[in-house]
């Protein structure tokens, strides 16, 4: 999580909150919900294009959300709409 500083990512977890880490301000929104970033990152990514700005949203999911609809939907509508945003794909 970048720039999350140790403390505060022990102290998220410690309070439950490891579910949803987010930590609006260094940019880092989770959800554990499978697929659940997903749109979340597509809004981000549109918000950014029309107030051109030059950040670029990086959202990553496990393999098997990539074999979602959900997935293919949000990959498909970004890529369309020429959004400013990568989709990773951990495995």
């Known amino acids: ?6 403390k505060k990512l022990t102290e998220a977890i410690i309070n439950g909150k490891s579910i949803s880490l987010c ?3 260094y940019k880092i929104f989770s959800s ?16 950014l294009k029309k107030n051109k700005s030059k950040n670029k949203v990086h959202c990553f999911m496990g393999e098997m959300t990539s074999e979602t609809g959900i997935a293919h939907e949000t990959i498909k509508y970004s890529r369309n709409m020429k959004l400013p945003i990568r989709f990773i794909i951990e495995d």
């Open 1 to 6: 999580l970048k720039g999350v500083s140790e």
């Open 23 to 25: 930590f609006s301000k």
């Open 32 to 47: 554990a919900i499978v697929g659940g970033v997903l749109p979340i990152s597509v809004g981000i990514a549109m918000a």
